[in-house]
């Protein structure tokens, strides 16, 4: 039996490994920050304004405005999470670009994020 935990945690390790290190191979080419658009031109614009509330358990809603090819696209942004305590409010506007086909932005998307507010003081990463 023991001998078996231990091939099954090794099997595990070896998986997660794999995995990580496909993300990171995947990944390494990715620019990020300005010098990834820098001398691009946007495709669209996009706007969105989302509440976070959180007392243990948290959760967020809101909405945006993509304008794509001059026409607005209305999307409704949502989640929950754990942990933090207290409201807050993101107001994001930004630039999208190599955005070809409106149902390229359609989807799921996943949000990581730390941070801290304190009245009108706050600091973290999204």
């Given amino acids: 039996m023991i ?8 099997f595990r390790l070896a998986l997660v490994s794999v995995c990580f290190l496909w993300l990171a191979a995947c990944t390494g080419n990715i620019e990020l920050g300005p010098d990834a658009v820098k ?12 509440v976070q509330a959180a007392y ?16 607005q696209y ?4 949502g989640g929950v999470g754990v942990g933090g305590i207290g409201l ?5 506007t930004g630039e999208v670009y190599n955005l070809r086909d409106l149902r390229q932005f359609l989807g799921t998307y996943g ?5 801290f507010a304190l009245g009108t003081a706050s600091g973290g990463d999204l």
Wanted: proline share 2%.
């Fill in 3 to 10: 001998q078996q935990t231990v091939h099954s945690t090794l």
């Fill in 39 to 50: 001398g691009k031109t946007p495709d669209s614009f996009i706007e969105m304004h989302e």
């Fill in 56 to 71: 243990i358990g948290s959760g967020s809603g809101g909405s945006g405005s993509l304008s794509f090819r001059g026409i």
């Fill in 74 to 77: 209305a999307f409704d942004v």
């Fill in 88 to 92: 807050s409010t993101i107001e994001a």
């Fill in 111 to 115: 949000q990581a994020r730390y941070g």
